[in-house]
C-alpha cells in the first residue's frame, strides 16, 4: 500500500498553487514557490511587505489547508516570554505550598511539587512544539518588527532548533516540527540572524489582474465591473505617496462597502462617501480630496476597460 503524502510535504509547487486557491487565496508564482519551500524543508517563512497585502492571510490559509491548529502570536512593543511561550501560575502555586503545609508535608517536596508541568501555563510559542495527533500546528508570528530586539533573540533558539528551554524543566524540543509564519510591515529592520533562519519573501502588492480576481473571490457580490473599478482605483490611490497606501484587505472592504450601498459601478460621489472605507487617515482623504476625486476615478475607469 502506498504511503499517503502528508498535507504539510506537498509535491509540487502547482499542488501549492491549487491549494491556496481552493482555500480562497490567489498567489503570484514567487509566493507560492516560498511556501512550498518552507513547507518541503521545514523552515520558517519570513514574509516582508506593505500592511494589507495578504502576508497574515497565508497562514490563516494554511491552516485551513494542512488542518493544523492556528496559533496567532501578536507581536507589540514590549512583548516578553511570559507572553509569548510561557509562564508559572503563581495562583495555583500558592494554593498548592498552603495545602502542602496543611497537610504537614515537608517544604522540600513543596518546592519540588510547586514547579511540576500541570502549573505551566503554555503561550503559543510552547503550544506550537507540543505533540499533536493530527497535522502539526501553523504558528504565526504576527509584525515581528513591532517587538523589541530582547525578543527576537529569544525566537532564534525556536526558529533553528524547534526548542523552548525552561530552566526548571529543561528544553522542550518538537517532535515534529510547526509550521512557521513571521510577518513583517517593515517599519524598522529585522536582525540578520533571524532572517537567516528563515526563507524569505517579498509580497508585492498584486498586478492589476489578480487584484480584480482577489476581489471578485472575497467580494463576490461585487460583480466583475466593480471589482476591475476598485482595483483600478486602488492602485491609482498608491501611487500619491499616501501616508498609508491601501493594500489588497483594503480594495476587499471597498468594494464590499459601494456593493453593499447598492452600486454597481464607481461614480464620484460614491468615492467620496466610501473612502473611509480604503483609506484610514485623514490626511490621506485630505490628499486625495485634493488631487481631485474625479479624475482619479476616470484615469482609474480607463484602466480598468470597465
Not at 37 to 45: S, V
Not at 219 to 232: D, F, K, S, V
Not at 243 to 254: M, N, Q
Not at 257 to 284: C, I, M, N, P, W
Amino acid at each position: 500500500m502506498q504511503e499517503e503524502v502528508p498535507v504539510t510535504a506537498p509535491g509540487s509547487v502547482e499542488e501549492v498553487a491549487k491549494a491556496l486557491s481552493e482555500n480562497g487565496y490567489l498567489a503570484d508564482e514567487g509566493l507560492t514557490t516560498a511556501i512550498f519551500l518552507a513547507l518541503a524543508l521545514k523552515r520558517p517563512l519570513f514574509l516582508e511587505g506593505d500592511a494589507g497585502v495578504g502576508k497574515t492571510e497565508v497562514a490563516k490559509v494554511l491552516s485551513s489547508w494542512t488542518g493544523g491548529e492556528l496559533l496567532r502570536l501578536q507581536c507589540y512593543e514590549g512583548i516578553n516570554l511570559a507572553q509569548a511561550a510561557y509562564e508559572w501560575d503563581y495562583a495555583r502555586q500558592l494554593l498548592h505550598l498552603r495545602a502542602v503545609e496543611a497537610s504537614g508535608e515537608s517544604a522540600r517536596e513543596a518546592e519540588d511539587e510547586i514547579y511540576d508541568e500541570r502549573f505551566l501555563v503554555r503561550r503559543p510559542l510552547l503550544r506550537a512544539l507540543e505533540p499533536t495527533l493530527g497535522s502539526p500546528p501553523v504558528l504565526l508570528v504576527d509584525e515581528i518588527d513591532r517587538a523589541d530586539d530582547e525578543f527576537e533573540a529569544f525566537l532564534l533558539e525556536i526558529l533553528s532548533e524547534y526548542a523552548v528551554t525552561v530552566p526548571e524543566l529543561g528544553t522542550i524540543r518538537a517532535e515534529v516540527p510547526p509550521v512557521v509564519v513571521l510577518t513583517s510591515n517593515r517599519t524598522r529592520d529585522v536582525h540578520d540572524a533571524l532572517k537567516r533562519r528563515c526563507l524569505y519573501h517579498w509580497v508585492e502588492h498584486p498586478a492589476f489582474e489578480r487584484e480584480v480576481e482577489i476581489v471578485r473571490l472575497r467580494a463576490p457580490q461585487a460583480g466583475e465591473r466593480l471589482a476591475r473599478q476598485i482595483a483600478a482605483a486602488a492602485g491609482a490611490l498608491r501611487e500619491l505617496g499616501l501616508y498609508k497606501p491601501p493594500g489588497v484587505a483594503e480594495s476587499i472592504d471597498w468594494a464590499a462597502a459601494v456593493a453593499a450601498l447598492g452600486h454597481r459601478s464607481l461614480d464620484e460621489h460614491t468615492v467620496d462617501v466610501t473612502l473611509g472605507a480604503v483609506l484610514k487617515y485623514q490626511e490621506d482623504q485630505t490628499r486625495v480630496r485634493s488631487a481631485g476625486l474625479s479624475d482619479i476615478l476616470r484615469a482609474a475607469v480607463l484602466r480598468s476597460g470597465a
